[in-house]
């Protein structure tokens, strides 16, 4: 099943003087289940590409669907309500809100779909256990090294259960070891829970795992290949 | 989970939190003290208004408020007294003959307002029996009961003799020598310089008023109801006579207690829009602060409305929360004051002038109460609307991005 579409998609950045294509007429489809990686170098129009997959942002020209829906049109409200139910995020910098513990900062999105607290927290337990940082439960963002806090941010991104979670360079600020472990568990996330990802990544050891990998180049698809 | 958010946000940055807190502090309980101070002189200004001479409800013959002649005197006097004794609330009522004469002593003279009094009644009404500062309070006919000040002004003491000129209900000059019995001091000043107190038989007498009275004063049982029984005793006595209550006969009193509520709102606004700018101050550096944040709150799917309820969450608590500790402060000073008074002898001369007294006890009324509670949290609510836009209005890939 399809379930992101995009139909000649173009962004261009103006400052009123100086236009810069950041994607240009990208068609794409990406099956339920994929493991995408999108490579390319700085500039070629990866983050871009997640963010207008992930509704941040508005396409110049183009389509966007997701599930077969048209997410190019959606007001900002019901963008929002998208990305709570079927869109996990995974950011560079982690982005935990500090103030919150790590079982808070997992359990928010379920607060914000309105779920009662009980079947909040075995939830909340249950992907701390899948993730393997229950103990961490208690700690807040500062008190934990980041590759934990890149776990947290998954956990964070898998509760609400999502058809698709978009991760932008998770690796970019961990060591090759602890990025390589992280990739890992996204893999396993993937075969067991059976979450699309597609993640923006220079890092070769993400490139070599990938299940699909598509490179970018100046804004457009270079190169788009199937490996598992 | 909001509140639990906006909570642990307002401690991020403790001493900002605490500083705008303090404002917010100082000003209700600077606001609860100021009003209730306000309040209280105003009631007693109010109460010893009533208390010394106005009465709750007084009763004349109609139109004698405007033209105060001896001329005016009440035509039937048994008939007020049988409306007065038909209305249960009234407590005491005194009957009085007052008019206006010239008070001679062997060495100066003065204008007058001469009060003839039913002295044992009279007392129920008026404070003056317990004002007597020298002397002793009125009792049989041929006395005068003068205040410290007149006394000074003609140069008497207790036991000398002053002689009263009038003009009688015929318009002729009628003269009378009284003994001074004693003299009195009320908290009113401008009150004692002109008024002496005599018998009602020796005022009937000089004035020839045959037994004829000018003024009923009435006290009420529950001074709330006075309007009620103004109702009741004009209804019985019909227009031949003219029923006042206190307001009616010191219109001053109200053009006072009005002032007051528009100088109490404009010490609510200035304090407000005070602790209103210092909340818009933090509450935006807050929002600044965090706009990565906020971009991150809104790709995880939180909505515009929740956020916006999370500025306006972090700035109530801030209100809430300085308005009980200022409260708290506030009441801290207002408890003792209440029953101590606040001396404020500094201006003494002035406190007498409006009859206040110079021992000012605050008094808290649910209004203030009410007030004082709400302003701060609605400033708060006020002052933290635009930072609240303002981070609704943030894109969020542009705030993610955002260092």
């Given amino acids: 099943m399809t379930i992101i579409k995009t139909e000649n998609l173009t962004k261009i950045y103006s400052d009123g003087k100086v236009e810069v294509v950041a994607l240009r007429d990208v068609n794409l489809e990406i099956m339920q289940g994929e493991f995408v990686v999108v490579a390319g170098p700085s500039g070629s129009g990866k983050t871009t590409l997640l963010n207008q997959i992930g509704g941040l942002d508005k396409p110049t020209e183009g389509r966007v669907y997701l599930e077969g829906k048209d997410i190019t049109q959606m007001k900002k409200d019901e963008l929002a309500e998208l990305r709570l139910r079927k869109i996990g995020f995974i950011f560079q910098t982690y982005n935990l809100i500090p103030v919150l513990t790590v079982s808070e900062n997992v359990e928010l999105p379920l607060v914000l779909l309105g779920i009662p607290e009980r079947q909040r927290k075995e939830q909340v337990m249950e992907v701390l256990n899948l993730l393997d940082i229950s103990e961490l439960a208690n700690k807040k963002p500062n008190e934990i090294s980041g590759g934990q806090q890149q776990r947290v941010a998954i956990a964070r991104a898998i509760i609400t259960r999502p058809s698709i979670i978009l991760a932008d360079e998770p690796t970019a600020h961990l060591d090759s070891k602890t990025g390589g472990m992280l990739i890992d568990v996204m893999i396993k996330m993937n075969r067991e829970k059976g979450i699309t990802f597609i993640i923006c990544s220079h890092d070769p050891q993400v490139i070599q795992k990938a299940g699909r990998l598509i490179r970018l180049r100046d804004g457009m698809i270079e190169d788009d290949k199937k490996i598992w | 989970m909001i509140f639990k958010l906006a909570w642990r946000n307002i401690w991020r940055n403790k001493r900002r939190t605490i500083v705008v807190m303090l404002s917010i502090i100082v000003s209700v309980a600077v606001l609860l003290l100021?009003?209730?101070?306000?309040?209280?002189?105003?009631?007693?200004?109010?109460?010893?208004?009533?208390?010394?001479?106005?009465?709750?409800?007084?009763?004349?013959?109609?139109?004698?408020?405007?033209?105060?002649?001896?001329?005016?005197?009440?035509?039937?006097?048994?008939?007020?007294?049988?409306?007065?004794?038909?209305?249960?609330?009234?407590?005491?009522?005194?009957?009085?003959?007052?008019?206006?004469?010239?008070?001679?002593s062997a060495y100066n003279?003065?204008?007058?307002?001469?009060?003839?009094?039913?002295?044992?009644?009279?007392?129920?009404?008026?404070?003056?029996?317990?004002?007597?500062?020298?002397?002793?309070?009125?009792?049989?006919?041929?006395?005068?009961?003068?205040?410290?000040?007149?006394?000074?002004?003609?140069?008497?003491?207790?036991?000398?003799?002053?002689?009263?000129?009038?003009?009688?209900?015929?318009?002729?000059?009628?003269?009378?020598?009284?003994?001074?019995?004693?003299?009195?001091?009320?908290?009113?000043?401008?009150?004692?310089?002109?008024?002496?107190y005599i018998t009602i038989e020796d005022a009937q007498k000089i004035l020839k008023l045959d037994g004829k009275v000018i003024e009923f004063a009435l006290i009420v049982k529950d001074q709330k109801y006075v309007n009620h029984i103004k109702e009741k005793l004009e209804q019985k006595l019909g227009d031949l006579y003219e029923v006042l209550t206190y307001a009616d006969v010191a219109p001053f009193i109200r053009i006072m207690l009005d002032m007051y509520y528009q100088m109490i709102w404009i010490y609510y606004f200035i304090f407000g829009v005070a602790v209103c700018f210092g909340i818009v101050n933090i509450m935006l550096m807050s929002v600044f602060e965090r706009v990565r944040e906020f971009g991150v709150l809104k790709a995880i799917g939180m909505k515009n409305k929740n956020i916006f309820l999370l500025i306006m969450t972090e700035s109530f608590i801030i209100g809430v929360l300085g308005t009980i500790i200022g409260l708290a402060l506030g009441f801290a000073f207002y408890i003792p004051l209440s029953k101590s008074g606040v001396d404020l002898g500094f201006f003494a001369k002035s406190l007498a002038w409006f009859g206040t007294g110079r021992i000012i006890y605050p008094v808290l009324t649910n209004f203030t109460l009410a007030l004082v509670s709400l302003t701060m949290p609605f400033m708060s609510l006020i002052g933290a609307i635009y930072p609240a836009v303002k981070s609704i209005k943030l894109e969020p890939v542009e705030a993610i991005k955002h260092i």
């Fill in chain 2, 109 to 196: 003279s003065s204008a007058v307002i001469i009060v003839g009094i039913q002295p044992d009644k009279e007392k129920f009404i008026t404070i003056i029996s317990n004002s007597i500062s020298r002397g002793k309070y009125l009792e049989n006919k041929g006395e005068i009961l003068l205040s410290e000040k007149l006394a000074q002004k003609l140069n008497v003491e207790v036991g000398d003799k002053v002689v009263l000129m009038v003009s009688d209900v015929d318009g002729n000059i009628s003269t009378e020598l009284f003994r001074v019995v004693g003299l009195y001091e009320s908290p009113h000043s401008e009150f004692d310089k002109i008024n002496a």
């Fill in chain 2, 34 to 104: 100021v009003d209730t101070l306000s309040v209280g002189m105003m009631k007693q200004m109010l109460d010893n208004q009533i208390n010394i001479h106005i009465s709750h409800i007084q009763i004349h013959k109609k139109g004698f408020k405007d033209d105060k002649t001896v001329k005016n005197y009440i035509p039937d006097d048994l008939k007020v007294e049988k409306a007065i004794m038909e209305i249960e609330e009234i407590k005491f009522y005194s009957k009085r003959v007052i008019t206006y004469g010239m008070i001679n």
